[in-house]
């Protein structure tokens, strides 16, 4: 399967007062940014077979902005992108076959890690994601095995693209 992994874009800060870390929304430069790097995105990339996203509001915000740039994809939440364990993920994507492109929206440093393990990087070394950054990963087996680093895009160079 072809991995594409997106961290959420830009949301309110952490520490906001009355905000619970989980609650966090997009701010409106965040959702105006990412709307312009995904159509970035859907440039490159045909629409995925499967839209998954960390039910958290910026995630799943991202990953409806998505949605629309590729086409009415249909947004699945995935607890396991909240926080979920790599073998929790790869429970949810073993659904899916060798010739489906699943795009995967979640949150750092879960997104970063997840990476790392995919392509065999150390946790000192891996890429690490800005806020509405996408990597490609094609994984030919299952995703316990890994797979190869196709690309690696910072949000800047998604809303060039669009």
Same mark, same amino acid.
């Given at each position: ?8 874009a ?10 619970e ?7 409106p ?13 859907a440039?490159i990339?045909k ?31 995935t607890?396991?992108?909240?926080g979920?364990t790599?073998?929790?993920?790869a ?5 899916? $076959?060798?010739?489906?492109? &699943?795009? #995967?929206? *979640? ?7 997840l +990476?790392?393990? !995919?392509?065999g ?10 806020? $509405?950054?996408?990597?490609? &990963?094609? #994984?030919? *087996? ?7 680093? +196709?690309?690696? !895009? ?9």
């Amino acid at each position: 399967m072809r991995l594409l992994i997106i961290r959420h874009a830009v949301a309110v800060p952490r520490g906001t007062p009355d905000m619970e870390d989980d609650d966090r929304p997009l701010t409106p430069k965040g959702r105006k940014r990412f709307r312009v790097a995904a159509r970035g995105l859907a440039s490159i990339l045909k629409r995925p077979d499967a839209l998954l996203s960390s039910p958290l509001p910026r995630a799943r915000q991202t990953a409806d902005i998505a949605g629309k740039a590729w086409g009415k994809v249909t947004v699945t939440d995935t607890p396991a992108l909240a926080g979920g364990t790599f073998e929790e993920l790869a429970v949810a994507l073993a659904a899916y $076959g060798p010739k489906d492109t &699943v795009a #995967v929206v *979640g949150h750092e440093p879960d997104v970063s890690d997840l +990476l790392g393990r !995919l392509v065999g990087t150390p946790h000192t070394d891996r890429l690490i994601f800005r806020k $509405g950054a996408a990597a490609l &990963v094609e #994984v030919p *087996g299952p995703l316990q095995e890994g797979g190869t680093l +196709l690309w690696f !895009l910072t949000p800047r160079l998604l809303r060039a693209l669009a």
